[in-house]
């Protein structure tokens, strides 16, 4: 059973948006109360108030501010929850040794705050959604949908806000009883990157999917934007102006990448026999606070800012493997995630390990062994390997190294499908063409 979200917008009518905004407005005094209550008490006895504590005092609050009383009680406990889930991943975080997170924040009066009905407070039909609520204008929210969920089990449905468009959505979220897991003996591993993902299945074929990058199109346009706009006087009509095209161009950059993205993960999931996916648990935020990006400071520094644009602004790292998983679970597939650390300096054929390669360093050449190979298809190489050991499958760990040793290069020129193997021979013809 996999859970999915159904995201599209309402056009609510005046006195509609009214009542939303005093809900919101609600909530969001609740949220700020929560976290500051919060705060004191840690600051001053040292004392960690948990949700559950917060939600029992909520028949206490409503007697003394009649005003939480106009919203459905489900929403109200889901906001506290909301500052709960923030604080337990705040501290996780710390946990873990990430130092530069930072604990949650209050929410202006200008932030529309989520309204979160969670599995009562609202009916379905067949093309409308009908949302609870005690306001005193007695506004009836009801919207229209394009899909029938009467049928779906929905297990909660948001009311939100989007910070670009200014535009009201609604996000359905529902359970989807997807097709049974049956592990057919093929395994396909993908090793992840900005410029391109490589993939290599039990046959030792190699694949190469190139990552769209529309900001790479969109990116001096922001750049040139900013500059206009950081010359006008903040609050003018100039200023608005340039404000609200960056706005256009950044969300018609993110619709581009989201979009390619659901596609090739789409397109991949179908176009392999393989029922088990591998990708590297690579986080991306340790990539791109790495102290050993260069030798020189500035040149550490340019460095660091290129590679935070590409990972960060794409999204090419969290999001596609997160739409791997997902549409792999629709498909009776299955994506495993696995440690990926050193499998691009370590050797695939001998194992020798290098201390460092510099990402401008493209193809890998082994001091022990010689050979010479692309960096991307010796980092697939070695997660299939490590995915087959871990998971103690000799028999098809010892068919890929045989396919592995046996394998030549060759490359088609017409499905751009390349193809390698990493055996006798193989510096001399591989090196001659990658080099």
């Not at 917008?9 to 005093?22: A, D, F, H, K, N």
């Not at 929560?34 to 206490?60: F, G, H, S, V, W």
Request: positive net charge; aromatic residues 12%; glycine residues 4%.
């Amino acid at each position: 059973m996999v859970t999915l979200t159904w995201k599209f917008p309402v056009i609510p009518t005046q006195p509609q948006e009214e009542v939303l905004w005093e809900l919101s407005k609600t909530c969001r005094l609740l949220y700020n109360h929560a976290l500051a209550e919060r705060k004191y008490l840690y600051d001053t006895y040292n004392y960690c108030i948990t949700y559950r504590e917060q939600q029992n005092a909520l028949p206490q609050l409503k007697r003394l501010f009649p005003r939480y009383n106009q919203v459905y009680s489900k929403v109200l406990q889901m906001t506290l929850k909301k500052i709960d889930s923030a604080y337990k991943s705040f501290f996780g975080l710390i946990k873990s040794g990430d130092h530069t997170t930072r604990p949650p924040t209050f929410r202006g009066k200008d932030y529309f705050f989520t309204l979160c009905y969670n599995q009562s407070g609202f009916t379905i039909t067949k093309q409308t959604i009908r949302f609870s609520h005690k306001h005193p204008s007695e506004t009836e929210l009801i919207f229209f949908v394009p899909f029938d969920f009467s049928t779906k089990k929905v297990k909660q449905i948001e009311i939100f806000q989007d910070q670009y468009d200014k535009r009201f959505y609604l996000a359905v979220v529902f359970e989807h009883k997807d097709p049974p897991f049956i592990d057919n003996g093929l395994y396909q591993a993908f090793d992840l990157g900005t410029l391109k993902h490589t993939a290599i299945n039990m046959h030792g074929k190699f694949l190469e999917s190139t990552v769209k990058r529309p900001d790479k199109y969109w990116e001096p346009k922001i750049r040139s934007l900013q500059h206009r706009r950081d010359h006008c006087k903040q609050g003018s009509r100039r200023y608005c102006l340039f404000s609200q095209r960056l706005v256009t161009i950044k969300r018609k950059c993110r619709n581009q990448t989201r979009d390619w993205q659901h596609k090739q993960s789409l397109n991949l999931l179908r176009n392999t026999k393989a029922r088990t996916i591998i990708v590297g648990d690579l986080s991306p935020k340790q990539m791109t606070t790495s102290k050993k990006n260069g030798k020189k400071k500035g040149w550490r520094k340019k460095y660091r800012k290129s590679i935070n644009r590409s990972v960060h602004n794409t999204g090419h790292l969290g999001r596609f493997v997160e739409l791997l998983t997902y549409k792999a679970q629709k498909l009776g597939k299955r994506v495993t995630i696995i440690d990926e650390r050193n499998t691009t300096k370590t050797c695939s054929v001998c194992g020798h390990k290098k201390k460092r390669i510099p990402l401008s360093e493209r193809i890998y050449k082994c001091e022990v062994c010689g050979i010479v190979c692309d960096r991307d298809y010796n980092s697939a190489i070695n997660i299939m390997k490590r995915f087959l050991s871990h998971n103690a499958l000799w028999t098809g760990y010892q068919s890929f190294l045989n396919r592995i040793d046996n394998l030549r290069y060759t490359v088609n020129d017409k499905t751009k499908v390349s193809h390698y193997l990493v055996g006798d021979g193989f510096s001399e013809l591989a090196g001659s063409h990658l080099l």
